[in-house]
């Protein structure tokens, strides 16, 4: 495991160029070739003003990407958590959902914060304390559970 890493955060307007094609192509690297899903990834969400995207990198790119996003309710939205498949088991992902529950200015997220994770995952967003909230469904082929956390008090 990595000790410490430096976590990246932009807006999608403030990405340059070689930076957003890296992101881009690991998300794709891993939820459209890695997990044989064709689906849209680029949905729209990215460039919403307060979409946030979080990642690590070392000398050949991105190792680990999530984004967070404002729902309509108030509550935020953690979504397309992954690691590059040479990164994995380093606590990447572990520090970029700490760094994105503690919000971008390091104070805790007091929404609600939601998720829909890959079932076989549910354990570890667990972790972070996300409970089920809702049935299992398939997505892509892949079972999918609604994951939430309560609003910090």
């Known amino acids: 495991m990595i000790a410490d890493v430096t976590i990246f955060r932009s807006a999608w307007a403030d990405l340059d160029p070689l930076t957003l094609h890296a992101l881009v192509t690991l998300r794709a690297?891993?939820?459209v070739v890695e997990q044989e899903c064709a689906y849209r990834d680029l949905d729209g969400r990215d460039v919403e003003p307060q979409?946030?995207?979080?990642?690590?990198a070392d000398e050949q790119g991105p190792t680990s990407y999530l984004r967070v996003l404002a729902e309509p309710d108030g509550s935020t939205r953690i979504g397309r958590v992954c690691t590059r498949a040479d990164a994995r088991g380093q606590g990447l992902s572990r520090q970029l959902m700490t760094a994105a529950l503690n919000g971008s200015d390091g104070t805790f997220v007091l929404d609600a914060v939601v998720l829909d994770a890959q079932a076989?995952?549910?354990d570890w967003y667990a972790r972070f304390?996300?409970?089920?909230?809702?049935p299992r469904y398939v997505?892509?082929?892949?079972?999918?559970v609604?994951?939430?956390?309560a609003p910090a008090v």
């Open 29 to 31: 690297d891993i939820f």
């Open 51 to 56: 979409t946030q995207h979080l990642w690590t």
């Open 120 to 122: 076989h995952l549910a």
């Open 129 to 134: 304390g996300f409970v089920v909230d809702g």
């Open 139 to 144: 997505e892509d082929g892949i079972p999918h």
């Open 146 to 149: 609604p994951m939430r956390r």
